[in-house]
């Protein structure tokens, strides 16, 4: 079955530092791409998303990320992160085996930003 | 325009009591999924509906748990004989198919006393 593993289950960081999670899937066909975000008391909501096209993906907030077909990866990046960045993050697989094929959600990386 | 809406946002019930919780999805979005946010855990996938296709109830956690889609729009989240370890945040997504960007409500906070 496939299936989505986020490596960190929490990272804690000062403001300034770079940041990284790892995103690693088990889908060897063509995929869509998803980091979702649950900052504390709101909705989960799109960060930023890969369909097709240059695998460096950037989205909202100063994220992006890099898809590396080779590596069945996603891994989310920031250069400096900031206290606002404390939230959950999540990443999410969605594989193009059929039209009603589900998207499959990692458990999640909880991440804490020391101001 | 409107978002993912859900109903009730709080419900405490008695353990052993039947519960509906209530997904209003966007208009026009045909993917309806259905999660469990437990207390430091990721989500847990429960429900998948896809237009008129069979839902995709590979991750209901027991017979207890169903749900249905009246006329591909609204959503009924049932779990009859509740027990403590049902006490959750369950959340409703939706999107224009199964592969587009979903949309959260805010959740439902269940908990079973």
């Known amino acids: 079955a496939q299936s989505v593993s986020q490596h960190n289950h929490h990272v804690i960081l000062s403001e300034a530092a770079s940041l990284e999670l790892g995103c690693n899937y088990s889908?060897?066909?063509?995929?869509?791409l998803f980091w979702y975000v649950q900052y504390p008391g709101q909705h989960l909501q799109l960060l930023l998303k890969?369909?097709?096209?240059?695998?460096l993906v950037k989205g909202i907030k100063g994220f992006e990320a890099e898809f590396i077909k080779s590596k069945f990866s996603f891994n989310l990046r920031k250069p400096s992160v900031q206290w606002s960045d404390t939230a959950e993050y999540f990443c999410?697989?969605?594989?193009?085996?059929?039209?009603?094929?589900?998207?499959?959600f990692g458990s999640g990386t909880r991440l804490s930003i020391r101001p | 325009g409107a978002g993912v809406s859900q109903s009730p946002s709080n419900k405490v019930t008695e353990k052993g009591k039947d519960v509906e919780l209530r997904c209003d999805p966007i208009?026009?979005?045909?993917?309806l999924y259905w999660y469990r946010q437990s207390l430091g855990q990721g989500l847990e996938f429960l429900i998948y509906?896809?237009?008129?296709?069979?839902?995709?109830k590979s991750g209901l956690p027991s017979d207890r748990f169903s749900a249905e889609r009246t006329g591909g729009s609204v959503s009924t989240l049932t779990i009859q004989r509740t027990q403590q370890e049902d006490s959750a945040v369950y959340l409703c997504a939706s999107s224009w198919d199964s592969q587009e960007t979903q949309y959260f409500g805010p959740g439902t906070r269940l908990l079973v006393l």
């Open positions: 509906f896809q237009g008129n296709s069979a839902p995709d």
């Open positions: 208009s026009g979005h045909t993917a």
């Open positions: 890969y369909f097709s096209g240059d695998p």
């Open positions: 889908y060897g066909g063509t995929v869509n």
């Open positions: 999410a697989v969605s594989p193009f085996y059929s039209s009603a094929s589900k998207i499959i």
